[in-house]
């Protein structure tokens, strides 16, 4: 159940309980009403036993008991009533420290997802050191041995050496264009991770 139709329905629930309490007021003030007239009648009764009074004081009596029966009906009514206000009112709390704790979540969420990654990062440094750090490694060694020399560089001027040279510049700049792609999604996967 939302928000809004626990509201709606707690307003309900209110307003039944001010009038189960505004019916209780009047039975309450009815009763005491009553009980002033029953020790008039008491009275009387005491200083004259005749049938007639005798039938009053049995109606006043008989009025109390009722207004005291139908009291205690309205108020167990209130009752019920009041712990579905306290029912409605405990729910509205939870969703309302759900919703607070929703966003202190989201705040620690942000900070522990870089937290982790930088403790990641930090670990696969020097993996990402090594690799970067072997400068034979950006040389292409075997096709230079295909050529028939294993030190320097390739020769712009020498013919033998331009379809090997051709052929590796073609792959290097390929190679680097599919790693700047990979990059660039490890980026916004990383991205949406801290996010």
């Known amino acids: 159940m939302g928000l809004f139709s626990k ?28 009980n002033g007239t029953l020790k008039l009648a008491e009275t009387d009764y005491m200083i004259d036993s005749s049938a ?48 607070i704790a929703k966003r202190d979540l989201d705040n620690y969420s942000s900070f522990y997802r870089s937290k982790r990654l930088t403790d990641l990062l930090y670990e696969m440094k020097y993996d990402i050191e090594e690799g970067s750090n072997n400068l034979s490694m950006m040389s292409p060694t075997h096709l230079k041995k295909e050529a028939g020399f294993e030190y320097g560089n390739f020769n712009p001027e020498n013919p033998a050496h331009k379809p090997y040279m051709e052929l590796w510049l073609g792959k290097k700049e390929q190679l680097e264009e599919e790693v700047e792609k990979e990059l660039k999604t490890l980026k916004q996967r990383i991205n949406r991770f801290l996010n």
């Open 7 to 34: 509201k709606t329905e707690l307003e309900k629930l209110m307003k039944e309980k001010e009038e189960l309490q505004g019916k209780a007021t009047g039975l309450q003030n009815s009763i005491q009403a009553v």
């Open 52 to 99: 007639t009074n005798k039938k009053r004081l049995d109606k006043y009596k008989k009025a109390i008991s009722d207004y005291q029966k139908e009291l205690s009906k309205i108020q167990k009514e209130a009752d019920k009533v009041s712990q579905g206000v306290s029912r409605l009112n405990a729910e509205k709390r939870k969703e309302e420290l759900d919703e």
